[in-house]
C-alpha cells in the first residue's frame, strides 16, 4: 500500500509540475480571495488584524476546493481508471498518494496565503510562523476530507457544481478549528484543543478514506 | 401480516400524533418559568431524535450493508434514499422548532452554538446526499457513491450529540434523561414527552415506508423503460 502511494503521490505532483495548474489557478484564486476579503473589511489595520484567522482560512478553504477538484479529475480522465486496474494498485494507496499529494499542494497555497496575511493584513510574523505546524494538521484534514469528497463526484457532469456543495460542509470543522487556533496563537497563546480537533479530522477522514475509496474507484 | 402492518400504521400514527398535541397542548400545564413556550418541547426533541439517530442511523446502516458485498441489495440503497430524505424533512423540522422556541427565550432566532451549528452542517450533509443521488449515473454507481457520502455525512452524528459536553454553549443537554438515567421531567409532562417519541417514530416509520415503496416502483418503471428501448433499438437492428 505504502510503496502505490508513493507512485501515485509522485505521479500526481509530476503532473502538477508539468500542467501548473496550482501555479496559474489555484494561487491567484487564493490571493484574490484574501485580497477581496481585505477590501470587503476597509483599510482599518485592527479590523483587518482581527479578521485576518478566519479569512485566511476560508480563502484556503475555497482553495482547496478548486485543488481537490483537480487531483479528482486527474483519476477521471479517460483510460485513467482503467490503466490503475490494470497496474493492480491498492485502493488504499492510491487514496494515500492523492492525499498526499493535495497536501504538498495546499501547503505551498498555505504558505503564499500566509505571506499575503504579512502583506495585507499586518499580521505579526513571528506569530504566525508559531501557526505552522497547526496549519500542517488543517492541511492534512482538507487533503483526506477533499480527496475522498472529490472522488465521488469525478467524472459526473456536475462536479463542478456539486463538489462544492458536498466538500464545504464537511470542511466547516476545519475552518472553526484553524480559525480558533489560528486566533489563539496570533494572540500570543497555544492553539490548545483545537490542534487535536485537526489532528483528530485528518486521522479519522484518512482512515475512512482508506478503506472507502476502493469502493468509489469501482463505480467510475 | 406485513400488508395488514402496512395498513395499520397509518392510522396508528396519525392516533398517536394526535393524542400527542391534544396532551401538549390541553392536558399538559403550563411551565413555571418558561410557560406555554414549553408546549414546543414535546415535538422539538422527538424531531431531532427521529431524524439523528434513527433516520441517519438507519441510512447509516443501509448504505454499509450495500457496500458489503456479501449483504449488497438495491433495496438496502432505496432504503437509505428513502430514510435519507424523511430525516431531511425531520431535521429541518427540529432546527425550525429549535429556532421558534430560541426567539423568545433566547431572544434571538439563530445563535452560532455549538448544537445548532454542528446540526446545520449535518442537514447540509445529508442535503447535498439528496443532491448527489439527483445526478444521473447507472444506478449502481450512484448507489455505491451515495452509500460512501451517508457513512461520510453520518460521522456528523456523535459530534452533533456530544457537541453540548465538548463545547458548553446556550443549548441544553439531554431533555428527558440525565447521564445518570434519570428523568428529569415528571408527570403529564414526562408521559406526554415520551409519547411525542414514539408518535414521531410511528410517523417517521409510515413516511419510509411509503417512500420506499415509490423508490421500487420507479426503480421497476426505469428497468421497464431500459428495456423497452433495449427492445427498440433491436427491432431497428433487424429492419
Given at each position: 500500500m505504502w510503496r502505490d502511494a508513493v507512485l501515485v503521490c509522485g505521479k500526481d505532483l509530476r503532473?502538477?509540475?508539468?500542467?501548473?495548474?496550482?501555479?496559474?489557478?489555484?494561487?491567484?484564486?487564493?490571493?484574490?480571495?484574501?485580497?477581496?476579503?481585505?477590501?470587503?473589511?476597509?483599510?482599518?489595520?485592527?479590523?483587518?488584524?482581527?479578521?485576518?484567522?478566519?479569512?485566511?482560512?476560508?480563502?484556503?478553504?475555497?482553495?482547496?476546493?478548486?485543488?481537490?477538484?483537480?487531483?479528482?479529475?486527474i483519476e477521471?480522465?479517460?483510460?485513467t481508471r482503467?490503466t490503475v486496474r490494470l497496474l493492480g494498485l491498492d485502493s488504499g494507496g492510491v487514496f494515500l498518494g492523492k492525499a498526499g499529494a493535495?497536501?504538498?499542494?495546499?501547503?505551498?497555497?498555505?504558505?503564499?496565503?500566509?505571506?499575503?496575511?504579512?502583506?495585507?493584513?499586518?499580521?505579526?510574523?513571528?506569530?504566525?510562523?508559531?501557526?505552522?505546524?497547526?496549519?500542517?494538521?488543517?492541511?492534512?484534514?482538507?487533503?483526506?476530507?477533499?480527496t475522498?469528497?472529490?472522488a465521488?463526484?469525478?467524472?459526473?457532469?456536475?462536479?463542478?457544481?456539486?463538489?462544492?456543495?458536498?466538500?464545504?460542509?464537511?470542511?466547516?470543522?476545519?475552518?472553526?478549528?484553524?480559525?480558533?487556533?489560528?486566533?489563539?496563537?496570533?494572540?500570543?497563546?497555544?492553539?490548545?484543543?483545537?490542534?487535536?480537533?485537526?489532528?483528530?479530522?485528518?486521522?479519522?477522514?484518512t482512515?475512512?478514506g482508506v478503506v472507502?475509496y476502493g469502493?468509489l474507484e469501482?463505480?467510475? | 401480516?406485513?400488508?395488514?402492518?402496512?395498513?395499520?400504521?397509518?392510522?396508528?400514527?396519525?392516533?398517536?400524533?394526535?393524542?400527542?398535541?391534544?396532551?401538549?397542548?390541553?392536558?399538559?400545564?403550563?411551565?413555571?418559568?418558561?410557560?406555554?413556550?414549553?408546549?414546543?418541547?414535546?415535538?422539538?426533541?422527538?424531531?431531532?431524535?427521529?431524524?439523528?439517530?434513527?433516520?441517519?442511523?438507519?441510512?447509516?446502516?443501509?448504505?454499509?450493508?450495500?457496500?458489503?458485498?456479501?449483504?449488497?441489495?438495491?433495496?438496502?440503497?432505496?432504503?437509505?434514499?428513502?430514510?435519507?430524505?424523511?430525516?431531511?424533512?425531520?431535521?429541518?423540522?427540529?432546527?425550525?422548532?429549535?429556532?421558534?422556541?430560541?426567539?423568545?427565550?433566547?431572544?434571538?432566532?439563530?445563535?452560532?452554538?455549538?448544537?445548532?451549528?454542528?446540526?446545520?452542517?449535518?442537514?447540509?450533509?445529508?442535503?447535498?446526499?439528496?443532491?448527489?443521488?439527483?445526478?444521473?449515473?447507472?444506478?449502481?454507481?450512484?448507489?455505491?457513491?451515495?452509500?460512501?457520502?451517508?457513512?461520510?455525512?453520518?460521522?456528523?452524528?456523535?459530534?452533533?450529540?456530544?457537541?453540548?459536553?465538548?463545547?458548553?454553549?446556550?443549548?441544553?443537554?439531554?431533555?428527558?434523561?440525565?447521564?445518570?438515567?434519570?428523568?428529569?421531567?415528571?408527570?403529564?409532562?414526562?408521559?406526554?414527552?415520551?409519547?411525542?417519541?414514539?408518535?414521531?417514530?410511528?410517523?417517521?416509520?409510515?413516511?419510509?415506508?411509503?417512500?420506499?415503496?415509490?423508490?421500487?416502483?420507479?426503480?421497476?418503471?426505469?428497468?421497464?423503460?431500459?428495456?423497452?428501448?433495449?427492445?427498440?433499438?433491436?427491432?431497428?437492428?433487424?429492419?
Open positions: 503532473i502538477e509540475l508539468r500542467s501548473r495548474v496550482l501555479l496559474w489557478q489555484v494561487v491567484p484564486f487564493g490571493i484574490l480571495a484574501l485580497v477581496l476579503f481585505a477590501l470587503a473589511l476597509g483599510p482599518s489595520e485592527a479590523v483587518l488584524r482581527h479578521g485576518a484567522p478566519g479569512l485566511f482560512w476560508l480563502a484556503l478553504l475555497l482553495a482547496s476546493v478548486l485543488a481537490a477538484s483537480r487531483s479528482a479529475g477521471a480522465a479517460e483510460g482503467g493535495l497536501a504538498v499542494q495546499l501547503c505551498v497555497l498555505g504558505a503564499i496565503l500566509e505571506l499575503g496575511l504579512l502583506a495585507f493584513f499586518h499580521v505579526d510574523a513571528a506569530r504566525l510562523a508559531a501557526s505552522v505546524p497547526l496549519a500542517i494538521l488543517a492541511v492534512g484534514a482538507l487533503a483526506a476530507v477533499g475522498l469528497y472529490g465521488l463526484v469525478a467524472g459526473t457532469d456536475v462536479a463542478g457544481t456539486l463538489l462544492p456543495i458536498l466538500v464545504l460542509p464537511a470542511l466547516a470543522p476545519v475552518l472553526i478549528a484553524g480559525e480558533r487556533g489560528t486566533a489563539a496563537v496570533l494572540a500570543g497563546g497555544g492553539p490548545g484543543r483545537w490542534a487535536v480537533v485537526l489532528a483528530v479530522m485528518a486521522m479519522v477522514y482512515a475512512v472507502l469502493p469501482e463505480s467510475s | 401480516m406485513t400488508r395488514a402492518l402496512d395498513r395499520a400504521l397509518g392510522p396508528v400514527a396519525l392516533g398517536l400524533m394526535v393524542l400527542t398535541v391534544w396532551l401538549g397542548l390541553w392536558v399538559t400545564p403550563p411551565d413555571t418559568t418558561q410557560g406555554d413556550l414549553v408546549r414546543l418541547l414535546y415535538i422539538h426533541p422527538a424531531l431531532a431524535w427521529v431524524a439523528l439517530y434513527l433516520a441517519f442511523g438507519l441510512a447509516a446502516l443501509c448504505s454499509a450493508l450495500y457496500l458489503w458485498p456479501r449483504t449488497r441489495s438495491e433495496r438496502w440503497d432505496l432504503l437509505a434514499a428513502s430514510t435519507v430524505e424523511v430525516g431531511v424533512v425531520f431535521l429541518t423540522l427540529t432546527l425550525v422548532t429549535g429556532s421558534l422556541w430560541g426567539r423568545p427565550v433566547w431572544g434571538v432566532w439563530w445563535t452560532w452554538d455549538a448544537r445548532l451549528t454542528s446540526t446545520a452542517l449535518l442537514d447540509l450533509l445529508f442535503i447535498g446526499y439528496l443532491a448527489l443521488r439527483r445526478v444521473p449515473a447507472d444506478p449502481h454507481v450512484r448507489a455505491r457513491r451515495c452509500a460512501v457520502l451517508a457513512l461520510l455525512a453520518a460521522l456528523d452524528v456523535p459530534i452533533v450529540h456530544f457537541s453540548v459536553q465538548w463545547w458548553n454553549g446556550l443549548h441544553q443537554g439531554a431533555s428527558v434523561l440525565t447521564p445518570g438515567l434519570h428523568f428529569k421531567v415528571h408527570g403529564s409532562m414526562l408521559w406526554t414527552m415520551l409519547l411525542s417519541f414514539v408518535a414521531m417514530t410511528a410517523v417517521f416509520a409510515w413516511m419510509v415506508l411509503r417512500r420506499y415503496q415509490i423508490a421500487v416502483r420507479e426503480a421497476a418503471v426505469g428497468d421497464l423503460e431500459l428495456e423497452a428501448a433495449l427492445r427498440e433499438r433491436r427491432a431497428e437492428g433487424v429492419s
